[in-house]
Structure formats: structure tokens, C-alpha cells
């Protein structure tokens, strides 16, 4: 399977941040009318996150997806990685959204990116054991329990001043990994589609933000984005 990694131009509409649609609009993709899998929330105006989420935005309007990914000086790490966190929940949700009449318990009788790499589920909590299902099944209970996490204020306080628990950098990791595996899942299974529906540039430009933010902090073992890694080089190979 070839994938064609195309650059948005520079004058491209852009996507939002941290659940956190701004105003219908998201940090890679633009103001954009096509459903959602899940519901997705806003970023309330005047929160440091809203602020975090302008920031993002103006850099990423540079074109430099490496210099986008930084830390902001002086801003808390926890706090940048939460927000992006959500923005990629986002994109995905977005991205997924536009081809779920293509992925049905039919198509895709089990969670798959290629013939090498199968996903079973399981949460820890509902469901303790890993269980086989098919991909949309998987991708509801993966979005579902992703959902849960963000809306935790525990795990992903919004408020100033709210400390981000111990955890959370291990919460986030497993989040952004889970979330890969639907990347994986799209760009395997479900290509030929996305070409049709033109979300190619779309696609590439959010899995390209994804994979360089999760570079930046080291926040998927290598060994996770086996299944995507002759794509990540060539993606990534021009930026290094």
C-alpha cells in the first residue's frame, strides 16, 4: 500500500484545541461541516487554555509543524500536552467522522492496521480483559473512554490553579497511543475513501501534527507506530 503524503498550501484554513473547538474551527483542518463520531466541546474564552490554543494556532499558521509542537516558553508542560491532547481527540473524531459509513462491522470485522497488526479492547475498568470486536465497535469504546478522561477534571482540570494530577502524563500517553491506532486503522483500511471524499491533504497534515508532537515529548514507544513507520519517515523526512 502507497500513501501519498501531500502539504496543505499556506493559505489553508486551519483546525481547534483541547476538546475545544473554537467557533466550529480546528488546529490543521479548517471550519468544516462534516459529522463528528463523537460530540466535541468548546474551549471556554478567557481560560489559559484559550489563550494556549491562540498560541498554537498562530505557530501552526507558519507552516513549521516542528516549531509548533514546542513547549511555549514558560508555560507548564502538563498544560501543553493536555491541550494538544484534546485537539488531536478532536481531529480524529473529525477525520473518522467522514468515513464511518465505510467502516462497518462488515468491512471491518476486527480492529486492523494491515494484515500484521490486530487491536483487542479492553479499558482496565468496564472491560478487564482484552476482547476481540470489530474496528467501529473498538473505535466507539476507544472514543467513549477517551471522552471519559477529558472530562475528568481530575485528570484534565480546567481550572487555574488546579493542579494536573501524578498520573496524568501516563494517562495522556496511553490516550495519544490509543488514538494512533486510529490513524492506523484509516490509512490501512480506509484510504481509497478518504482519496475519494478529498481529506487526503486533511488526513496527512493532522497525522503529520500528531506524530511530531508525540516526538517532540517522546509520548508513544516506537515500537506503537510500527504499523505507520515508513509513512512517518516519509512524512517526516524533509523536516528534520
Known amino acids: 500500500m502507497t500513501f501519498n503524503p501531500q502539504r496543505r498550501s499556506?493559505?489553508?484554513?486551519?483546525?481547534?484545541?483541547?476538546?475545544?473547538?473554537?467557533?466550529?474551527?480546528?488546529?490543521?483542518?479548517?471550519?468544516?461541516?462534516?459529522?463528528?463520531?463523537?460530540p466535541k466541546k468548546n474551549i471556554p474564552e478567557g481560560s489559559h487554555q484559550y489563550e494556549l490554543l491562540k498560541h498554537a494556532e498562530a505557530t501552526l499558521g507558519s507552516g513549521n509543524l516542528r516549531m509548533a509542537v514546542m513547549l511555549p516558553e514558560g508555560e507548564d508542560l502538563n498544560e501543553w500536552v493536555a491541550v494538544n491532547t484534546v485537539d488531536f481527540f478532536n481531529q480524529i473524531n473529525m477525520l473518522y467522522g467522514t468515513i464511518t459509513d465505510f467502516c462497518t462491522e462488515e468491512s471491518c470485522p476486527v480492529?486492523?492496521?494491515?494484515?500484521?497488526y490486530e487491536y483487542h479492547w479492553a479499558d482496565g475498568t468496564n472491560i478487564k480483559k482484552p476482547i476481540k470486536c470489530s474496528a467501529p465497535k473498538y473505535i466507539d469504546y476507544l472514543m467513549t473512554w477517551v471522552q471519559d478522561q477529558l472530562d475528568d477534571e481530575t485528570?484534565?482540570?480546567?481550572k487555574i490553579g488546579v493542579p494536573f494530577p501524578k498520573n496524568f502524563m501516563s494517562v495522556a500517553k496511553t490516550i495519544l497511543k490509543r488514538l494512533f491506532r486510529v490513524y492506523a486503522h484509516i490509512y490501512h483500511q480506509h484510504f481509497d475513501p478518504v482519496i475519494q471524499l478529498q481529506e487526503e491533504a486533511h488526513l496527512?497534515?493532522?497525522?503529520?501534527?500528531?506524530?511530531?508532537?508525540?516526538?517532540?515529548?517522546n509520548l508513544i514507544d516506537r515500537r506503537e507506530l510500527a504499523p505507520l513507520q515508513e509513512l512517518i519517515e516519509k512524512l517526516t523526512s524533509k523536516d528534520r
Open 10 to 38: 499556506p493559505g489553508s484554513p486551519r483546525l481547534g484545541m483541547r476538546g475545544f473547538v473554537v467557533q466550529g474551527t480546528s488546529l490543521t483542518g479548517g471550519s468544516r461541516s462534516s459529522k463528528t463520531f463523537k
Open 155 to 158: 485528570l484534565f482540570p480546567s
Open 204 to 217: 496527512n497534515t493532522s497525522f503529520k501534527h500528531f506524530i511530531f508532537f508525540v516526538q517532540e515529548f
Open 111 to 116: 480492529m486492523s492496521a494491515g494484515p500484521k
